[in-house]
């Protein structure tokens, strides 16, 4: 007698049928589901098969970064107790958010860290670290170009209509353009600075730019150019932690922000934001993110946040690897049907960001509900474009992500804009990018 499997498959019911016996005697009739046997279309496979030395050489900068995490932690003594919360001023808090700051500070070369949930972006954390230094007179340099869209009215480049920006502050503003290759324009930076220039900021991934993004070498090159006793040099440092052994701090940077829903919060850090730096500064942006004279000596971190940005800390090494194979795989397969892509194949990487130049309005949306569609948040929900708070263009997202807005989990997005770029980040792991790519090439 055979029993027929009845339970119900992810996959269309026609793909997959098992007749199982129940005596040992009867003869089995089993049809194999390809998509199991098979999870990758055949681009995807032949992409993986030709990327073994370059996934073999994430695994050695994942071993060399984990091994650097575990030493500060072990230095901090990071324990069980220091995974509590608290509440109100947060005068009660158990040590936690000391022990963070003193291994992240560790782990990124730095002389002092700020580490809390109370940066609610990236941008909020380098906005601290920028009003830090810059003061009514002085100058602020862009070494790499125009900065990142959410940063134009922080810096009063789009008119902030009077809410504080550095320009409304009395800040002055200059850039100097990139290269003809994309990259830094050393020529041009030997010559940059003027005395009233106070302030440089790098910014080490390419946003919606299409150029290179810096490695730490290049920076602390720029940062010999360009850092004397007058001048300070602040870091924009998001996408790029863990991407490499070093980090800004250890060639020369005064301070670096970047938000904990990216790199280093591991996938699990729910919110939050960092600066970290030289102490001096790092105690300034505190005090611009609270009040002078409280810095972070107070402030609630309730519930187990503070658990959750140790252990994402300790995962992110590891994480960020996954998110770079992820690339590899994105530029391979993408190139070989013809489109641009920045960085190029294979080529060594310096962020977590895949950008793919798709060049029209459609297959842009295209791509990011393919994305979406394959998320295992919100999977049924189609991105729109539209305005958000802070960009300048219409912007389109797919994250279907477990912590709204982290792009360390799997996202994609893009403005609305010539050339029509999608830019890649996150994923927890290589292969889901290899399963959202099966369904991205269905449609462009």
Not at 401 to 422: H, K
């Amino acid at each position: 007698m055979l029993a027929l499997s009845c339970a119900t498959s992810a996959y269309p019911t026609h793909a997959l049928r098992a007749i199982i016996p129940v005596r040992p005697c009867s003869r089995v009739s089993v049809t194999t589901n390809n998509h199991l046997d098979h999870p990758f279309v055949p681009e995807v496979e032949k992409a993986v098969d030709s990327l073994y030395s370059e996934f073999n050489a994430v695994d050695n900068l994942v071993a060399r970064n984990t091994a650097r995490v575990l030493k500060a932690f072990q230095n901090a003594r990071v324990g069980s107790h220091h995974f509590g919360g608290c509440t109100g001023y947060g005068h009660e808090e158990a040590g936690g958010r000391e022990a963070l700051d003193q291994a992240f500070s560790e782990i990124f070369g730095a002389e002092s860290a700020v580490v809390c949930s109370q940066f609610f972006s990236g941008t909020h954390a380098i906005t601290c670290a920028l009003f830090a230094f810059l003061r009514p007179g002085d100058e602020l340099l862009a070494v790499v170009g125009a900065p990142y869209d959410t940063l134009e009215e922080v810096i009063g480049i789009r008119d902030s209509h009077g809410l504080g920006s550095l320009k409304d502050f009395g800040v002055e503003y200059r850039e100097v353009p990139l290269a003809e290759d994309g990259g830094l324009d050393w020529h041009a930076l030997k010559v940059a600075l003027k005395p009233q220039t106070k302030g440089a900021l790098i910014q080490r991934s390419c946003g919606y730019s299409w150029r290179r993004s810096l490695s730490v070498n290049e920076i602390g090159k720029a940062i010999k150019m360009i850092k004397n006793p007058n001048c300070l040099v602040m870091v924009d440092n998001c996408y790029g932690e863990f991407v490499e052994n070093i980090e800004p701090p250890m060639v020369g940077a005064d301070l670096i922000a970047g938000s904990l829903i990216k790199n280093p919060g591991g996938t699990i850090a729910p919110c939050g934001g960092y600066v970290a730096g030289r102490e001096k500064w790092v105690k300034a942006a505190a005090a611009r993110l609270s009040a002078p004279g409280l810095g972070v000596d107070c402030g609630s971190t309730p519930g187990d946040i503070m658990r959750a940005f140790l252990q994402g800390l300790f995962l992110s090494p590891q994480m960020v690897g996954e998110a770079i194979k992820g690339s590899y795989l994105v530029a391979e397969v993408m190139a070989a049907k013809g489109y641009k892509v920045q960085p190029l194949p294979r080529v060594l990487r310096h962020d977590t960001v895949q950008a793919v130049q798709l060049g029209s309005r459609e297959r842009l949306l295209a791509f990011c509900e393919a994305v979406q569609r394959s998320s295992p948040v919100s999977s049924f929900t189609k991105p729109v474009a539209g305005s958000t708070p802070g960009y300048a263009s219409e912007v389109i997202f797919a994250d279907g992500t477990f912590i709204d807005g982290s792009t360390s989990e799997l996202s994609c997005d893009g403005p609305m804009r010539e050339p029509f770029s999608v830019f890649c980040q996150g994923g927890t792991h290589w292969t889901q990018w290899g399963l959202v790519l099966g369904e991205v090439l269905k449609f462009v």
